[in-house]
C-alpha cells in the first residue's frame, strides 16, 4: 500500500497536479505526526478531520470534571 501510495504521488507531480491528504485521528498529538509525514512524502495540502480529535478531548475534559 504505502509503495502505490508513493507511485502516486510521484505521478501526480509528474502530471503536475496536486496531492492532497486526508487526516484522520484520534488526537492532536496523533494528528500533527501524520501530518508531518505527508508532507513528508510530498502532500501539497494537508486537510485534518478535527470531529475526532475535538470530541475525544472534550470526553476527556467531561469525565475527569465527573471523576472531580
Do not use: C, F
Given at each position: 500500500?504505502?509503495?502505490a501510495?508513493?507511485?502516486m504521488i510521484r505521478a501526480a507531480k509528474a502530471a503536475?497536479?496536486?496531492v492532497i491528504?486526508?487526516?484522520f485521528a484520534p488526537d492532536?498529538?496523533?494528528a500533527r505526526r501524520q501530518c508531518?509525514?505527508?508532507r513528508e512524502r510530498g502532500a501539497d495540502l494537508v486537510l485534518v478531520g478535527t470531529d475526532k480529535i475535538i470530541l475525544s478531548e472534550a470526553m476527556a475534559r467531561d469525565t475527569?470534571?465527573?471523576r472531580g
Open positions: 500500500v504505502q509503495d501510495l508513493d507511485r503536475p497536479l496536486p491528504a486526508p487526516v492532536l498529538a496523533e508531518a509525514a505527508w475527569d470534571a465527573a
